[in-house]
């Protein structure tokens, strides 16, 4: 099973970090948010990974390089300008072929074990979801068993943690430029052919500096 990370954001709140670097490589105790995930893939058996990105993309390949440094092979897929999370796995489905593939959010950090995801989904995607943080207390979706139900946000709804396993098959009908990833879910979620499960550990969507910061803590402490 292929593995993409989306790392194409520009961080706007995180700025004047990501003025000069791109928001996957901002460090976190010392290492790169992106080397987080790749190390964590690799551990968990993912080898073949695919990188979008735009906002300053080259650093991105430059620092990385091939990946096997890191025990995977990567290949990139270069957008110029964002295509939004929905666009830029349509660009690089090609790269990704046929099969089920990992997604995770460049800038999210946690350390959940990616390898529960060997295995085949039931429909067309299967989401990871967290607890709802402070600063989405409304939460995306609603979870039953390992259903994922698409409601009205409010009490017993989760968050979208950014890490899901998505069958191309999600993606037809679709068409080249940007478009979000959210409305091909609630259709499939319509359809009830979107699953689940709730992440246990630690997870932060690292959209600020003050959520930075919050990692950097995570970390010390984990040492």
Known sequence: MKAMIL???KGE?????????????????GVPLIEYHL????AAGFTDIVINHAWLGQQIEDYLGDGSRYGVSIQYSAEGEPLETGGGIFRALPLLGDEAFVVVNGDIWTDYDFSVLHQPINGLAHLVLVSNPPHHP??????????VLDGQPGAGTLTYSGIAVLHP???DGCTEGAFKLAPLL???M????VTGEQL??????VGTHERLAEVETLIEASR
Do not use: I, S
């Open 7 to 9: 790392a194409a954001g």
């Open 13 to 29: 709140r995180m700025r004047p970090l990501t003025l000069t670097t791109p928001k996957p490589l901002v460090r976190a105790g």
């Open 39 to 42: 190390r964590a893939l690799a």
């Open 138 to 147: 409304a939460g995306d979706f609603g979870l039953v068993e390992t259903r």
């Open 169 to 171: 098959q999600l993606f």
């Open 186 to 188: 609630r259709k499939a």
């Open 190 to 193: 319509a359809d009830g052919q």
């Open 200 to 205: 246990r550990g630690h997870w932060v969507d």
